[in-house]
């Protein structure tokens, strides 16, 4: 981290974030940072609560209580200029299905403030191999098509903070790879970025930290190689592990081994 | 700006509020592109008024339908509730349903930027199907209006559409599903229509004439009559607004209200 980013406010700080659905909680009091340059993983079963807290980061859901923080701003009480420093490719990314990639592309860019000429945008298109598709609509398009039209989009005004909800759900392998490639590349060109995955795999290969979240509530946090040492030796962990401690073992040991839906 | 590489996947540094301008701008632009691409909401806008006015120009249909006036004005409302009651309500429901409008909240574009778009544009469609309607509708049953008259039926075309906007808008407040949207819309087109005609008319006896005459559809019909057949502004007349004012009131306030972003929270 340079000197210049350890002064400057985290781009992302939640703090004892809440989230409920009438009775139900999502999210139960969890609290995290993400520097600058930083790939954050969220990791959790399904219905942990790692779509509520980007939801509630997102502005799509009203929190409880708590905050999220995006370069200082609070989303609640600055919600536009908060959501101008964010980028966000959710879960199920979908755009008006009567508009081509190119019309897609220009009402983005508008709505972030982008001026983008046909010629610009076409020039992007090319960038992420999506030239011959100008004309398409986002139904025609393959799922990784969808998805790296999905990224762009997220990234059309080179926001600080990137927020990915599983962003290789339903990928073939080579798609995935190319996405990660495009998800690092993005770090390199100096942007933080919160995923979250079910791809423990992906979490180890693109993830600087991980947090692993259950039932609303932060288990552990570091880095993949982080924790798997600290939590080798927990008997939770050894009971599912077959031969060396993976990722996933302490994933499955600390969130149990049952089915979620 | 600067220019696109492949180490930016995107574009440029933009980490300012946009201008809400150039966003409504963006919206009202891709907003049209949208309404004009659907096919089923243009054909019912303004082919189904189209084939009325057409179909009541043979023979004595216009006269038993009570006159070129009132055919005109029911060929005009059943545009306006076909295209906002039924188009409008389900293609905003699909929206929702899919993950378009959450898509667009989550960009820096206020909230009201994106619904007002919406409705801007569905009444600038609506104004223009109305104008064709009228005109086609006066060639074909020998109505001669003057320009006076074309002004006012477009003021009443504004406040109909306004007025089925807003049940529309409450519809999709209410009911969180887009299948159970298309099913009440219909539901609601039909009632909606046989009330306005049918207990307009006396045939359902005068408690049915009198709820008509303020029933949506009954109150809409009536300011286009007397719109079209140049008649002095009466009683009726202003109950018939006040009934239009009304129902846009209670109907905005609750497609406000109850109006949820996505179908889940």
Known sequence: MSDASASSPPVLDVGDLRVAYGDKIAVSGISFRIERGEIFGLL???????????????????????????????TVKHPLDAKARLGVQLQASSFQPELTIQQIAKLYAGLYGVRMSRDQIAE????????????????????????????????????????????????????????????????????????????????????????????????????????????????RVLEVAHGEVTLEDVFIGLTGDEIRD | MRSVTEADVGGAAAHTRPPAGLAFGSLLRADTMVLLRNRVSATLSILLPIVLVVATSFGKAQSRLGGAELVIALALTIGLITSCVLGYSLSLAHDREVGVLQRLQVTPAPTWTIMTSRLIVQVVINLIASLIVVIV????????????????????????????????????????????????????????????????????GDVMKSIA????????????????????????????????????????????RWFRWDTHS
């Open chain 1, 44 to 74: 959790g079963p399904n219905g942990a609560g790692k779509t509520s807290t980007l939801s509630a980061i997102e502005g799509l859901v009203a929190p409880k209580s708590g905050h999220s923080l995006i370069d200082g701003l609070d």
């Open chain 1, 124 to 235: 992007s298109m090319r960038t992420i191999g999506l030239d011959a598709e100008l004309g398409k609509r986002f139904k025609q398009l393959s799922g990784g098509q969808q998805q790296r039209l999905a990224l762009f989009i997220a990234t059309i005004h080179d926001p600080l903070l990137l927020l990915l909800d599983e962003p290789t759900a339903g990928l073939d392998p080579q798609s995935r790879r190319a996405l990660w490639r495009r998800i690092e590349q993005a770090r390199g060109a100096g942007r933080s970025i919160l995923l979250t995955t079910h791809s423990m795999e992906e979490a180890q290969a693109v993830c600087d930290r991980v947090a692993i979240i259950d039932h609303g509530s932060l288990l552990t946090t570091g880095s993949p190689a982080e924790l798997i040492e600290k939590h080798k030796d927990d008997p």
């Open chain 2, 137 to 204: 509708g006066a060639i074909l049953h020998g109505l001669a209006l003057n320009a006076g008259q074309f002004v006012l039926v477009l003021l009443v075309a504004i406040l109909g559409a306004a007025m089925f906007l807003a049940i529309g808008q409450a519809l999709v407040g209410l009911v969180p599903s887009a299948s159970a949207i298309n099913a009440i819309g219909r539901i609601l087109f039909i009632v909606l229509l046989l009330l306005g005609i049918l207990g307009g008319t006396g045939i359902l």
């Open chain 2, 213 to 256: 005459g303020w029933s949506p559809v009954g109150a809409l019909m009536t300011l286009f009559s007397d719109v079209l057949s140049h008649a002095a502004w009466s009683g009726q007349d202003a109950n018939a607004l006040l009934a239009c004012f009304g129902y846009i009131v209670v109907f905005t306030f609750i497609g406000i």
